[in-house]
């Protein structure tokens, strides 16, 4: 069984092929102008239900629930609280 192995494996060296990369797009640029569509977004669109449930919830100050109904929604405790300071520091602004 070794020996019909050995005749099976490549006898020649094999070479990784040349391919040069793309340069990457200037990322500050880039970030700037999806940060700046993103914000044009959420002026049109306005909440969406499930934040408004949310700033409900943080109105009546019951953040746990609210932080629990986003990390189902968001899928982490992380992102979770992000939102939760986003949406609270938009409702001291009102």
Do not use: C, W
Request: net charge positive; aromatic share 4%; hydrophobic share 35%.
């Amino acid at each position: 069984m070794k020996n019909a192995y050995k005749k099976v494996r490549v006898r020649y060296p094999v070479k990784r092929p040349d391919v040069k990369r793309k340069p990457k797009k200037l990322s500050e640029e880039f970030r700037k102008a999806r940060m700046l569509a993103a914000s044009v977004a959420e002026e049109i669109g306005g909440l969406s239900p499930l934040e408004k449930k949310v700033v409900s919830l943080i109105e009546a100050k019951n953040n746990n629930k609210a932080q629990k109904i986003l990390k189902v929604r968001l899928g982490s405790h992380k992102r979770a609280g992000i939102r939760i300071e986003k949406l609270t520091k938009m409702i001291l602004e009102e």
